[in-house]
């Protein structure tokens, strides 16, 4: 959420080849946003599709991989997404 209002909602898959990396996501102590930085990564970053649907939302597929993991991860941004503003945020 960004100011109140949802400006993306995602799904994520993910394949772990490393069983540390298993247990660290298990524990629920790292998300898999922090996952990388946890094991000191950089992952490599692939859009594999972009497209509109037929409600006017943008969407994107994109995977983010390292040799311990690969997160293909689908966000479909809100219609209002680029209109939102702070204005009479506190």
């Known amino acids: 959420m960004l100011h109140g209002q949802v400006f993306c909602t995602a799904s994520s898959a993910v394949s772990v080849s490393c069983p540390h990396c298993l247990e660290v996501l298990d524990s629920?102590?790292?998300g898999i946003g922090q996952l990388f930085r946890y094991l000191d990564r950089l992952p490599t970053f692939s859009l594999l599709e972009i497209g509109r649907l037929e409600n006017g939302c943008l969407w994107r597929k994109y995977m983010?991989?390292?040799?311990?993991l690969e997160c293909i991860i689908k966000e479909i941004f809100a219609t209002t997404a680029w209109n939102i503003s702070n204005k009479g945020a506190e």
């Open 64 to 68: 983010l991989s390292s040799v311990e």
């Open 28 to 30: 629920g102590e790292v």
